[in-house]
């Protein structure tokens, strides 16, 4: 059986009616004749009303999904015996039908990155993207036992830091409700009860050991920090940025945390992309510029098949990473997705650093969200295939039952495991020392690794042989609007080629 | 500079409050607008609001035509998936199916083809499967709504006959696996809930947990084992391993489930039949209400000699059937005029009118049991209304959903429940049933029941003046 909750109250309306007006006639004009039949006379429950035999014999003809959409839409609202009565409910129930038929016209495509965003889920989903929301500010996971919601971190400065809330203090109640974690109560859902909207209150029950006590928290905007960097040897000046999330202002983020780094005297640089799930797109070429002498970031394949690189933007300051006087070392892993794969790929690519760590997770491909007219929500449509900056396509192909039929991802430069054991001193570390994230960090066999091998590249050791993968042959039937030599032409720190030369030469191909 | 502070990251399962659930190169673009690189690059939160240089259609308010969002989101698929998308009749199917699906309404449901055929079949009086007349009801309980496959009757000479299944009768389980009459998640919670807050016993609390759990991971849904049960043969291939099906039947007044195996297969609906009982009574049993009855009930009451003087209806086991016959019938039976009602959106009653005229004399009794529901309770209710007909027997099924089924281009269906039968005065037996005006017990003899009813035709006042009683003759 189907379960589904009752999403949205946007009020129905035209959309694109200019745009669309091709569309819409045509429509018009075959929906003239019905594309249902509706059988002449109803039938009394189970008992099949009679169409009649002459008619019954199975049509075969295709179905117009707009045509169809529209009449059977038109059949359920006029003729579904039991609507709700009350207006309101009336109105989200005809809303709830029309958004699950727009649903189920992009579930068939069949791509579990394209979807329709009705207005409720697109208004969560932006909040997420932005890293804006409304709430105590505390980053939750569960506990051990996987019962109740656990305090990983309170944000600084947010509610719940105010309240001087600690990693591992357990969530049992929200307004009197239980927060236990069941199948029908995830996370996800004591999260969403948690916020909402700005200045309200919520009542949380906290135990803390053997001691519960209930905290009231108003609810404020928090601002996720995306980023967060540190100098990890004070001795070798080895410093230390993880960013989260790809959001609009992680790039000048980064640049905040460099410059801070660059002031204590930073040599070189551990960068953390490690459970990072991405993000904007153009994020991620800023980003990447920051690394690369020149030439292109990543390289998208349009829906034609023709190939269209994203370049390093050369007219904007180029900072050190860039000139390639500050080692760096990236750590990725299985949560490292999509913009994460782009940076790292680069990186990888273009020889700008070393990345250890485990397979990324293997998203090639772009998605372009487009919001629709009066509040009808939005939709995402995987628009694009992404290859790294030296065309390698690293996208992991599932068939339907979700078995991998293609391992992508980025094989990082040195594979190494960050097993539980680790992750759980990391985290004893830092229950017993909040906020020492520095300290805590020193329990990663990842970053340890990453200081080593720092150590060495400042005394002019190499790096150590790379276990990444080999480039795939190209497609042959892919159309490549930069030429061959463009693609040799893709500067390395080691070939140190002239980046504006090259810039030029993409820019020309393009044309 | 303000501190930044974030949590360190503990490797896969670590949740954000932020609940990231975005992950994809993903950007923004403003609706509509051509193709561009520079486009593309949109910001998030900048472009809320599509621009294609008009301004916003106002709200035209209920009843408009509500596909504008549907059609702009189809031509951008269309235009922009980056990859070969599915048949347009795909997405129209599945289109449907959700929407069909978003009722949440277990009656209301979307048919393949072959679906599509059985109940049409079953219009027809060919019954695939165990082939019996099923009902799917609902009963609400605090927080959920419980669902059950329940037989309304078995066909004579059908598997579910033969292993003995009784109307009433609830399938609780098919070769083992439950059927999902409920969501066990749900029901699941309020367990949960009993547990909140205080220490729990461990062992009732996962003992609780693995029966949902288990529930989910061995049951069939319940449309899927209805239409198993109705004969569907594809289903069939895919749910069931063997020929025969085990089924575990809940009875009425017994504690103990009780086991039947059958075999599936078609059975036709026996037509109707016709002898004279003692008294000389003309007897008549319509075993079920197919398309063509009418005609073969009226030449069965031009067979009964004339000095017959009342006439006996058995609608004992009859589930229903088409409602043209039942219109048809009742015509014939009680006269031209408003056979029932049905109550539609928002209480809208119509008519179910008759056009024939009414072809028998003299005082009618009509047979009924727990078998008799549907069209033939509606039947049942009309003669016994308008043709002053006396019903004898047991309370009948109490099924009063009306059910339309509408065709696809493509030769699937779907179907919704568009209203409630109600009788011409707007007596309702929805979920209560009819009640007898002479109650005769369960396990009576055959014998003794036609007596009881020849002599309710004797007994029976005379009913005069009706509106219908003109028309008669």
């Given at each position: 059986m189907l379960r589904s909750t009752i999403k949205g109250i946007a009020a129905a309306s035209l959309v694109g009616a200019a745009f669309f007006s091709g569309f819409n006639l045509e429509a018009f004009r075959t929906r003239r004749e019905?594309?249902?039949?509706?059988?002449?006379?109803?039938?009394?429950?189970?008992?099949?009303?009679?169409?009649r035999p002459k008619e019954a014999k199975a049509r075969t003809s295709e179905l117009a999904p707009i045509d169809t959409y529209h009449s059977v839409l038109q059949k359920i609202l006029s003729e579904y015996g039991n609507p709700p009565t009350a207006p309101a409910e009336l109105n989200k129930w005809r809303n709830k039908i029309r958004y699950a038929g727009i649903d189920g016209m992009v579930l068939a495509v069949g791509d579990r990155y394209t979807e329709y965003w009705n207005p409720e889920e697109f208004k969560r989903n932006m909040e997420d993207t932005q890293g804006r929301f409304f709430g105590i500010g505390a980053k939750l996971d569960v506990t051990k036992d996987k019962k109740f919601p656990m305090i990983i971190e309170p944000i600084e400065n947010s509610p719940a830091w105010r309240a001087k809330l600690k990693p591992g203090d357990v969530i049992v109640e929200v307004d009197g409700k239980s927060a236990l974690i069941s199948d029908s109560q995830h996370l996800d859902d004591v999260i969403k009860r948690i916020k909402g909207e700005e200045g309200t209150k919520v009542k949380?029950?906290?135990?803390?050991?053997?001691?519960?006590?209930?905290?009231?928290?108003?609810?404020?905007?928090?601002?996720?920090?995306?980023?967060?960097?540190?100098?990890?040897?004070?001795?070798a000046k080895i410093g230390y940025i993880r960013l989260d999330l790809f959001s609009e202002e992680a790039d000048i983020q980064f640049g905040i945390a460099l410059e801070r780094l660059q002031k204590l005297g930073m040599k070189s640089l551990i960068f953390d992309l490690r459970n990072n799930p991405g993000g904007?797109?153009?994020?991620?070429?800023?980003?990447?510029?920051r690394f690369l002498p020149g030439g292109p970031v990543t390289w998208l394949k349009e829906k034609n098949g023709q190939m269209r690189s994203l370049d390093v933007d050369i007219t904007k300051r180029r900072g050190p990473l860039a000139q390639g006087k500050i080692p760096t070392v990236v750590l990725i892993n299985g949560g490292s997705a999509s913009a994460s794969e782009i940076v790292s790929g680069a990186v990888q690519d273009g020889g700008a650093g070393f990345l250890i760590g485990t397979r990324t997770f293997g998203k090639g491909l772009v998605q372009t969200i487009i919001p629709l007219q009066d509040g009808e929500g939005a939709v995402k449509i995987t628009t694009q295939r992404y290859y790294t900056r030296g065309k390698r396509d690293i996208n992991t192909f599932r068939d339907e039952s979700g078995t991998v039929t293609k391992q992508g991802g980025v094989k990082p430069d040195l594979v190494l495991v960050e097993t539980d054991k680790d992750i759980e001193a990391q985290?004893?570390?830092l229950r017993d020392k909040p906020f020492d994230r520095r300290a805590a960090a020193k329990y990663s066999p990842q970053i340890a690794k990453g200081i080593e091998l720092l150590k060495g590249r400042m005394v002019g050791k190499p790096w150590p042989k790379s276990e990444k993968d080999l480039p795939d042959k190209p497609e042959k039937s892919e159309t490549v609007s930069a030429t061959p030599k463009t693609l040799r032409g893709i500067p390395t720190h080691a070939e140190r080629r002239q980046p504006e030369h090259l810039a030029e030469q993409v820019k020309d191909d393009e044309k | 500079m303000q501190r930044r502070s974030g949590s360190f990251v503990f490797g896969a399962g670590l949740v954000l409050a932020t609940g990231i659930a975005f992950a994809g190169g993903a950007r923004l673009r403003q609706g509509n607008a051509p193709t561009s690189?520079?486009?593309?690059?949109?910001?998030?939160?900048?472009?809320?609001?599509?621009?294609?240089?008009?301004?916003?259609?106002?709200?035209?308010?209920?009843?408009?035509?509500?596909?504008?969002?549907?059609?702009?989101?189809?031509?951008?698929?269309?235009?922009?998936?980056?990859?070969?998308?599915?048949?347009?009749?795909?997405?129209?199917?599945?289109?449907?199916?959700?929407?069909?699906?978003?009722?949440?309404?277990?009656?209301?449901?979307?048919?393949?083809?072959?679906?599509?055929?059985?109940?049409?079949?079953?219009?027809?009086?060919?019954f695939a499967g165990i082939g019996a007349a099923l009902s799917v009801q609902a009963t609400k309980t605090a927080g959920y709504t419980d669902y059950k496959i329940i037989v309304v009757a078995p066909l004579p000479g059908s598997a579910a006959e033969k292993a003995g299944l009784k109307p009433g009768d609830v399938i609780t389980h098919i070769d083992g696996r439950w059927v999902l009459g409920y969501d066990p998640l749900v029901s699941f919670a309020k367990v949960a809930q009993q547990f909140q807050n205080r220490e729990v016993d461990e062992k009732a609390y996962e003992k609780a947990r693995v029966t949902a759990r288990d529930r989910i991971s061995g049951g069939i849904r319940l449309h899927a084992a209805e239409m198993l049960l109705r004969g569907d043969t594809l289903l069939a291939k895919s749910i069931a391993t063997k020929e025969k099906y085990a089924l575990t039947v809940q009875r009425k007044g017994q504690t103990t489930p009780i086991k039947v195996e059958v075999t599936p297969g078609v059975t036709t609906a026996p037509t109707l039949t016709t002898k004279t009982l003692d008294g000389k009574a003309s007897y008549i049993k319509i075993p079920y209400l197919s398309e063509g009855t009418d005609v073969a009930l009226t030449k069965a009451l031009e067979s009964f000699p004339a000095e017959n003087t009342g006439l006996v209806l058995d609608l004992r086991g009859t589930p229903g059937g088409s409602f043209e016959a039942m219109q048809q019938i009742a015509g014939l039976l009680s006269g031209r005029g408003v056979v029932a009602q049905e109550v539609g959106q928002g209480g809208k009653r119509s008519n179910l009118l008759a056009n024939e005229a009414a072809r028998v004399k003299g005082p009618l009794t009509v047979l009924?049991?727990?078998?008799?529901?549907?069209?033939?309770?509606a039947l049942a209710s009309c003669l016994s209304e308008r043709g002053g007909a006396t019903l004898v027997g047991e309370k009948t099924?109490?099924?009063?959903?009306?059910?339309?089924?509408?065709?696809?281009?493509d030769g699937s269906a779907f179907t919704l429940i568009t209203g409630k039968l109600v009788s011409g005065k707007g007596v309702a037996w929805s979920g209560v049933g009819l009640n007898p005006q002479i109650a005769v017990?369960?396990?009576?003899?055959?014998?003794?029941v036609l007596a009881r009813a020849v002599a309710s035709l004797k007994n029976r006042p005379q009913i005069a003046g009706t509106p219908t009683t003109g028309a008669k003759g």
């Open positions: 019905d594309p249902l039949r509706t059988s002449p006379l109803l039938m009394a429950s189970r008992l099949s009303e009679a169409t949380l029950g906290i135990r803390r050991g053997a001691e519960k006590k209930d905290y009231v928290f108003t609810r404020e905007q928090v601002n996720s920090p995306v980023i967060d960097s540190w100098m990890q040897d004070d001795v904007m797109l153009h994020v991620a070429q800023d980003m990447s510029a985290w004893i570390a | 690189p520079r486009v593309l690059q949109t910001a998030v939160g900048r472009a809320q609001v599509a621009e294609n240089g008009h301004a916003a259609t106002p709200n035209l308010g209920v009843g408009q035509d509500f596909g504008g969002t549907f059609e702009t989101v189809y031509s951008l698929v269309k235009d922009q998936y980056y990859d070969t998308l599915p048949s347009d009749t795909k997405m129209a199917q599945t289109s449907v199916k959700l929407m069909i699906a978003s009722l949440e309404d277990p009656n209301s449901y979307y048919l393949e083809p072959e679906q599509r055929k059985l109940l049409e079949a079953e219009a027809q009086g060919k009924v049991d727990g078998g008799t529901a549907s069209t033939a309770e099924f109490g099924d009063a959903l009306v059910q339309g089924m509408y065709l696809l281009q017990a369960s396990g009576t003899p055959e014998s003794e």
